[in-house]
């Protein structure tokens, strides 16, 4: 999707909404890639309370903001308070990234999934066409990057959660665009996939999906949208279970900042520096 910035004008204030925010390293990131890209911007974090999501964008809006970033809880709400949707964002179910328009109505995108995708084949060089993938959980998360994901045209997609009508459900939302299936845990035994990515928040609680044991192909990627200093606990399951490559969602998280930051701004930041100097402060 193209910018709709004004690309002349250098200036500009955005933020990030959600609840907790306290922690968010979004303010860091975009700050970042103001200073290198030499624009002239102002990235915050805002509070939300529930219940006062709208009134917020409306306030911040109104006080000449050009944009903001949607987190937990209300990336949902955002999809239904905006004017317009990108298609990835309309089939989602969630918008993470606002614009605010000359003409005042606001247009709403889903990066997470493209940078996902860009994490694993440019910054990892790590192949989805024709392979098996397997994506754990079917929240928010998940529904922001299966069309992205889709689009590299693997062989299978099957998503496992533990509620099993939710990955029924998104199965059947997407199978339109590629070969998708919902599955239990239990039925993975015996099957094989290329690349295994973690959707879910059991590492946050330091808790891992039910997965059988051998169900990594040779040479096979595990990828834990969750980040941390540490590997997480998916990603020593994947260790123990020979995977060639491990790799945590810190690069996701630096490069849907970025995808958010080229549509306000029209210019595309280096995100390897950003993902290095986030690293560093973790
Ligand atoms: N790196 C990034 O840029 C980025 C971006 C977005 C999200 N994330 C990460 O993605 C993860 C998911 O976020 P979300 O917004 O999708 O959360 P969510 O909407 O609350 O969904 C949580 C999912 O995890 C499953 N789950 C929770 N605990 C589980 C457990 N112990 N065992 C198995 N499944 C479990 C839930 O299953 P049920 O449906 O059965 O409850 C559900 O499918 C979080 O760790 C978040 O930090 C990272």
């Known amino acids: 999707m193209s910018s709709l910035f004004d690309f002349e ?21 975009h700050t970042c890639f103001a200073k290198q890209t030499n624009q002239n911007i102002e990235y915050t974090a805002t509070q939300v309370d529930p219940g006062g999501f709208e009134q917020a964008v ?31 964002a309309d089939i989602a179910g969630a918008v993470n990234t606002i614009l605010f328009k000359p003409d005042n109505t606001l247009l709403g995108d889903n990066t997470d999934g493209v940078g996902l995708v860009r994490d694993l084949i ?11 993938l397997l994506v754990l959980g079917a929240g928010g998360a998940v529904r922001g ?18 509620t099993i009508d939710k990955a029924h459900i998104l199965a059947q939302l997407y199978k339109q665009h590629g070969n998708i299936l919902g599955s239990h845990y239990t039925d993975l035994a015996g099957q094989k996939f290329d690349l295994i990515i973690n959707g879910t928040s059991a590492s946050l609680n330091d808790q891992l999906p039910p997965l059988p044991d051998n169900i990594l192909m040779e040479n096979a990627w595990c990828y834990d949208m969750m980040y941390a200093k540490d590997p997480t606990v998916f990603l020593r399951w994947g260790i123990k279970q020979k995977a060639t490559n491990t ?14 930051f080229y549509l306000w701004r029209g210019v595309r930041p280096d995100t390897q520096e950003v993902i290095k100097a986030v690293r560093e402060q973790m």
Not at 78 to 88: I, K, M, Q, T
Not at 146 to 156: I, K, S, T
Not at 247 to 260: H, P
């Open 9 to 29: 004008n250098k200036t500009g204030r955005y933020t990030v909404m959600g609840n907790p925010i306290n922690h968010s390293k979004s303010p860091f990131i």
């Open 58 to 88: 409306g306030n911040f809006q109104a006080s000449g903001g050009k944009g903001l970033n949607i987190t937990v809880p209300f990336k949902q709400e955002a999809w239904g308070l905006v004017d317009e949707r990108s298609p990835r």
């Open 122 to 132: 440019n910054n990892h060089q790590c192949g989805i066409e024709n392979k098996r």
């Open 145 to 162: 990057v299966l069309l992205p994901l889709l689009e590299q045209n693997p062989a299978l997609i099957t998503i496992a959660n533990r």
């Open 247 to 260: 790799i945590d969602g810190l690069g996701m998280l630096v490069e849907q900042a970025a995808e958010s």
